[in-house]
């Protein structure tokens, strides 16, 4: 759920990190110096969400990851079993 609920705030301060910090508007969608810059900007909108999720899983005491009920092994179950 943490990926979920925050991947939107890594992508904006990562947007935003970048036309602040440098000044410079982003490259028009879908060009050539667009495309160039993916695979940095996914680098760093990854690395922001990374460190997100894992002041958000401090802050939440990682609960869910202790939850198994039956009611939750049934839940997965059924739709496999047909």
């Not at 969608?29 to 495309?35: G, Q």
């Not at 680098?43 to 990374?50: E, F």
């Amino acid at each position: 759920m943490g990926l979920y609920l925050w991947h939107l705030t890594a992508m904006f301060t990562v947007v935003g990190l970048i036309l602040i910090g440098t000044g410079h508007p982003l490259p028009e969608p879908w060009t050539w110096d667009w495309w160039a810059t993916r695979p940095s900007y996914v680098a760093a909108a990854a690395a922001t969400l990374a460190l997100l999720i894992a002041v958000a899983r401090r802050a939440e005491g990682a609960r869910w990851l202790h939850r198994s009920s039956s009611a939750t092994r049934r839940a997965v179950r059924s739709p496999l079993a047909g």
